[in-house]
């Protein structure tokens, strides 16, 4: 059982949540994932390392309240406990060698996975511009944390209602466009967003790391339902990732596959929120 | 006077039609008196052959006597002295080509059916077996990684012995194979649970959640006391074909499918494992995972299930008992048929499998036919889902992380005829060292190890 120390809802959709997890927090890294389940009925969901106390031996994780899982996980409050937690899952971020300046994109609750990216390189002395995109500013999460740990921190908003109105990708042009030398971008958000973002990058050879999340059970490599297109070839995201070189990544495939079970989990929604308001068995 | 019947006593078995639609299991226990039976057809002969056919050496005649006499409890305990799982081994063991293959009974009719009298033993104890005693702790700690058959097996031996064992398993629950990829139909969970039960009343610490190479090392485990380490792994790595289409929605490893039915339980309402609920469906492969996909894939609702493999019906390596009932349950197989291709509609899903026919060869050196292509030959078969079952390989998460851990090119842990790897201490059995194989051969691979372990810690 895994203790939920902390709680805090950073928009009415998104959920801060820090659990009890010492062996994890040892050995978590920026880039890596922690698979929860919430009790014996429950699926097995993939969830990226926002951050994590070694000495307090807390991970914490922050989600879109979207499926049934995440719904019900969101009902939970602080010293409650959930019956699975596995990680750390899949392969560190690396960053190039040598880099000087990057530029770390979030896109919504994509913010939760780019955060400790940007602390680690920022704490690594390397000069890092954030850009964090919403799609209004009542969603607009880690805005006090992303500035802490940024050289320059941008904020867009889709329809102009916070920092400037416009998406990420124009944005990160315009960064480019006024002469910023970027070693590299770590882009984390959306499918979509980071189709587009690698398409900004590519013209100008600028490195881009984007941090896959599909459909998986283990964890592990077992499954390979995980599995996505990167350079031709088959990978899975849970052991050759979750990170991959945004040039490479076939974005129109691993979309599709994410739409495998939308059907299903559309009824899930629909049926949850009615009947039970995500409390199982009630 | 033995009983000269030349047929197997027969078990009682579901209908075919009600069965497949169902997750229930597929074959009954032996009556008392089916099993009685059973148990005077064997001829109790001196140079037991069968017994040379069973990996871990199960004393059968032995316990088949036990069994005529009525000491039920007795063949039980003759059984378990070399068997970890007798309801397991009872289940799934592919007995036709190890123990039943050497009854002389099998000369003339068919030999005596071990498999089930060796399930009924274990199914008729199985409420009333004393609970294990635990054994006098001799001081020194063994870990072991991964708690499928083997693992399972080189900790009760260790346990027995007096080891402070503690088995780590990556999923959330114990079991491996048994529990996420054999179906319920086949050997039901509670069977495995009740095994795993019995482990943890001999002590052994099982620790789920924990997979070895992410949270801990295998050289962090030394550093915590443990003396000795068995890698129990596992093939758990799914092969596909490398064909095109393989990516679109539809196309699912075996192993996704079946822990999603199986571990995930997604065929019962009350979990929330989201199926693919498909009306066609085809398998491609010919061993037990394919039988397992096929059969798995009919009770969730499917119209109509193919199983595509490229040799023809001799070559199948599946159980023959599995393949019969699967055929019995309205499964096409596609013989001498080869996937080139999946087909898919606008939004990516699967609508179709391309296959070629394909012809046997001459046999080669090995005695082994191959197939060829016939010219022309190339056909649709209109599916829904694609179903991959042509094996899996050892998952790299150890040999990745542990330095000084020799493996061949299938990237298998490479032993010695003790199971020691090319680390002092470590030990590794199973499909992690041979590929995906049997239940019974991993539980003697494990059962190896722990006597090897003994050896090692005793003399260090």
Do not use: W
Not at chain 1, 198 to 204: D, F, I, S
Not at chain 2, 389 to 400: E, F, K, Y
């Amino acid at each position: 059982m895994y203790k939920i120390l902390k709680k805090r809802e950073l928009n009415s959709q998104v959920t801060l949540m820090e659990l009890e997890a010492p062996l994890i927090a040892k050995k978590a890294k920026a880039g890596q994932f922690v698979i929860f389940r919430i009790d014996e009925y429950g699926e097995r969901i993939p969830l990226t390392v926002a951050d994590y106390d070694r000495e307090k031996g807390s991970v914490t994780i922050i989600f879109q309240k979207v499926g049934r899982s995440t719904m019900m996980l969101g009902n939970l409050n602080e010293g409650d406990c959930i019956l699975d937690l596995v990680g750390p899952l899949g392969i560190p971020t690396e960053i190039p060698e040598g880099a000087k300046k990057v530029a770390v994109i979030g896109g919504g609750v994509g913010c939760a996975i780019a955060y400790p990216q940007a602390k680690a390189l920022y704490n690594a002395g390397i000069e890092v511009d954030v850009i964090a995109g919403f799609r209004n500013k009542d969603i607009v999460i880690l805005e006090e944390e992303m500035r802490a740990v940024s050289t320059n921190y941008y904020i867009t908003t889709d329809d102009g209602s916070y920092g400037t109105k416009g998406f990420v990708t124009n944005k990160l042009q315009e960064l480019i466009d006024a002469g910023n030398k970027y070693d590299c971008v770590i882009a984390i958000g959306p499918v979509p967003m980071m189709k587009f973002v690698c398409a900004v990058t590519k013209p100008y050879n600028i490195k881009t790391i984007v941090s896959l999340n599909p459909i998986m059970i283990d964890g592990t490599g077992m499954c390979g339902g995980c599995r996505v297109r990167v350079g031709g070839q088959i990978k899975y995201a849970c052991v050759d990732g979750p990170d991959f070189d945004g040039h490479e990544v076939d974005f129109d495939e691993l979309m599709k596959r994410n739409s495998a079970y939308r059907d299903q989990e559309a009824y899930d929604r629909e049926h949850i929120c009615r009947l039970t308001g995500g409390v199982r068995n009630a | 006077m033995p009983n000269m019947q030349l047929n197997k006593t027969p078990a009682a078995e579901q209908e075919p039609k009600i069965r497949a639609r169902n997750f229930k299991e597929v074959t009954s226990c032996y009556t008392d008196e089916e099993a009685k039976n059973e148990s005077e057809r064997c001829l109790n002969c001196k140079n037991k052959p069968c017994v040379s056919g069973c990996p871990v050496g199960v004393r059968i005649p032995e316990f088949i006597a036990k069994v005529r006499e009525g000491c039920i409890s007795e063949a039980y305990d003759i059984i378990k002295s070399t068997n970890g799982l007798p309801a397991v081994c009872g289940r799934v063991c592919p007995q036709e080509s190890q123990c039943e293959s050497k009854c002389v009974r099998g000369i003339k009719g068919e030999p005596v059916g071990i498999g089930r009298l060796e399930r009924y033993c274990a199914d008729y104890m199985a409420d009333k077996a004393k609970n294990a005693e635990k054994p006098e702790p001799n001081g020194h700690k063994v870990a072991i990684i991964g708690s499928g058959p083997s693992g399972l097996s080189c900790a009760s031996d260790l346990a027995r012995l007096g080891y402070e064992v503690t088995v780590f398993e990556a999923f959330h629950t114990a079991g491996g194979v048994l529990m996420y990829g054999i179906p319920e139909f086949r050997l039901p969970k509670a069977t495995v649970l009740r095994e795993v039960d019995g482990l943890k009343e001999l002590g052994v610490d099982i620790r789920t959640d924990m997979v070895i190479g992410k949270i801990l090392s295998v050289d962090e485990l030394f550093e915590q006391g443990y003396e000795a380490v068995f890698i129990g792994t596992g093939a758990g790595l799914p092969n596909f074909m490398n064909i095109p289409g393989e990516s679109l929605v539809g196309v699912f490893s075996a192993n996704e499918y079946l822990t999603r039915t199986n571990l995930m339980k997604a065929y019962l309402d009350e979990y929330d494992t989201p199926i693919s609920k498909n009306s066609k469906v085809a398998v491609v492969g010919g061993g037990n995972v394919a039988m397992d996909a096929a059969r798995s894939a009919l009770r969730l609702g499917a119209d109509k299930v193919y199983i595509v493999y490229r040799r023809s019906e001799e070559e199948m390596p599946a159980r023959r008992e599995e393949v019969h009932h699967a055929k019995e349950e309205g499964i096409d197989f596609r013989y001498l048929t080869n996937p080139t291709e999946i087909l898919g509609d606008e939004n990516g899903r699967v609508r179709a499998i391309k296959c070629l026919s394909m012809e046997l060869t001459e046999p080669d050196q090995s005695g082994r036919r191959g197939v060829k292509p016939i010219e022309g030959s190339e056909h649709e078969i209109e599916v829904d889902a694609v179903i991959m079952a042509i094996g899996t390989s050892p998952n790299p998460l150890i040999r990745s992380t542990t330095p000084g851990l020799e493996t061949n090119r299938r990237g298998c842990f490479v032993v010695d005829e003790n199971m020691l790897t090319s680390r002092e201490g470590v030990y590794a059995g199973g499909d992690a060292v041979t590929g995906a194989a049997t239940v019974i051969l991993a539980m003697g691979a494990g059962k190896t190890a722990a006597k090897a372990i003994d050896e090692y810690i005793k003399n260090k």
